[in-house]
């Protein structure tokens, strides 16, 4: 990729919201299957007994992040295991990118837990410049510190962060302001192996009980209690605490899955959401005031507890992304068959509206099983995109349910600009026709082309043609369709130079001190998270105004790559952008060029 010339920086300020204008009669970008390709050879192991025991169920996550500081995003994969077994023969692998082929360093990195993987997350714990990991499990969780020399250490005992419970999605925030990542971990439910689960009011309770010839059924979370979940607030000297319960967000009543942190209400701190299966999803309001603060649960008030309808779904995915371009952060959520997975509109006021059927994803998604969530824009004309993993938690379903498949076709939605979405799953490349039994699903630039890609991360199952598992790296073919501007966010300049051909942006104008927000903790001004993680960046293009923020951690127990992408469409440049870092610092930018990776400093 060549860089685009840097013009005179000047600040605009927003221009009237336009359509980008997408290629005229453009092909769709067509997405390819290139793991074995790049280098990565993965085989998921769930531990499968035939006694339907439910971590089998759930499969695990990814995360794509750059574990080198090199520029180019590695990938992480959590497995499964024997359940009841402590043996070692089954880890979850790190696989690092080298210029867009891959090189499994599990080993060597020190980071092959082979608990039975959940979910994980990466985030800069210690503020050192370099991104750690957390694996959440069926079983006790681990946290890796990374050493900055290619090598991890683990430190889950001395920050306490190894809770045993039935652990799922993961996510790295800043929700207190004062300069490093505390940690939130969603727990599923209460539950033992040495409870027999046969017998059992099963997933699909409509459909008789296993008779002679036919499979046994995996067993109802409801037969379980839920599990509380935990909020681990970052102490600064390596160790953290679980303030959940005094914090508000134990979440006790709920079924946990997927967790996202977004800042919904753009009042400039960090509010999060919770997926809930068969519960009421949880929208945690961040009331500020810290040391002293706490969240509330508006789920049930805003519109995100329940679909359109007000009935409970067994929500396994959620994102957080702006679908019509208006600056708010709206919700996907993916749910069971015959669920549409929905898509809650953020109208503003605080409020949420489902707009499923409205959007027409509603009526395609009523035939799937979905798991992970992504918004994305793939085709670069500057709107977010859906993409949906998808497959049915019963193995061997079709014997008892003719109009359901264990194994299922992931979607893809397409923004149309108007609200709508167009299913081009069957149109978008023989990477998007793949029929898996598919659980996290992250988004990633592998190759650094500027066009985002995917990684699905495949549970093992038993299919009626032969035995499929691993991982899908669908490339993203993007066949010109756009231009592009990735965005790379660090406060400080403690980390290592990366290569990939970036441009670093300088501030136009200064710091304006009016915008330097006073931390909450002893009056003493805050510090940021070194990878400026709960930023949000406003762009500027052809007349859209784009709004974008940093996370760790999404979808199904997933992490995306945490470089913001945004498409530019047809548009010749940049014309601003506006960075509002965690602490409420301003920067703002004038004029930039096209198809780069803009790389700025606070």
Known sequence: MRPGKMRDLRFRWLLPLLLIAAPGGAELPQFHEVSQEVGITFDHFNGSTGRCLPPEVNGGG????????????????????VLGDDSDTVSNHLFENRKGKFTDITRTAGVGDTGYGMGCVAGDIDNDGDLDLYVSNYGRNILYRNKGDGTFTDI????????????????FSDYDSDGDLDLYVANYV???LNQNTLGLSPY????????????DLYASPLNFPAASNRLYRNEGDGCFLDVAVSTGVADADGRSMGVVFTDYDGDGDQDLVV????????????????????????????????????????TMGVAAGDLDNDGLMDLATSSFQGEPYSLYHNRGNGMFQDVAFYSRTGRYTLRRLGWGTLFLDYDNDGWSDLFFANAHVQDG????????????????????????????????????????????????????????????????????????????????????????????????????????????????????????????????????????IGSRVTLFAGGVMQVKEVRAGSGYQSQDDMRLHFGLGSASGVDSLVVIWPDGTRQLFGEAGINQLLKITR
């Open 397 to 532: 379903v079709e014997r008892v349910d003719p109009g359901a498949t264990t194994a299922q076709q992931n979607l893809l939605f397409r923004n149309d600009g108007s609200g709508r979405f167009i299913d081009v799953s069957d149109d978008s490349g023989p990477g998007m026709k793949l029929v898996r039994q598919s659980r996290g699903a992250a988004r990633i630039d592998f190759d650094n082309d500027g066009y985002v890609d995917i990684a699905v991360m495949n549970r093992f199952c038993r299919l009626p043609e032969g035995i499929e598992n691993g991982v899908d790296l669908l490339r993203n073919d993007g066949v010109d369709s756009g231009h592009w501007v990735t965005v790379e966010l660090r406060s400080r300049d403690n980390h290592r130079e990366s290569g990939g051909g970036r441009v670093r942006l300088p501030v136009a104008g200064g710091q304006r001190a009016e915008d330097r927000k006073q931390g909450s903790v002893d009056g003493i001004v805050t510090e940021v998270n070194a990878f400026g």
């Open 275 to 314: 997926s809930d299966d068969l519960g009421g999803n949880s929208l945690f309001r961040n009331n500020g005031q810290w040391p002293n603060g706490a969240f509330t649960d508006e789920g049930l008030l805003y519109g995100v507890a329940y679909d359109g309808d007000g009935k409970a779904q067994a």
């Open 62 to 81: 990814l995360a794509a992040f750059d574990h080198d500081g090199d520029g180019w995003v590695d990938l992480y994969v959590v497995n499964g295991s």
């Open 190 to 192: 209460a539950y033992n």
């Open 156 to 171: 889950t005992d001395l920050a306490d962060v190894g809770d045993t419970s039935w652990g799922a999605g993961c996510a």
């Open 204 to 215: 699909m309770d409509k459909y008789r009980k296993p008779q002679k010839g036919e499979p």
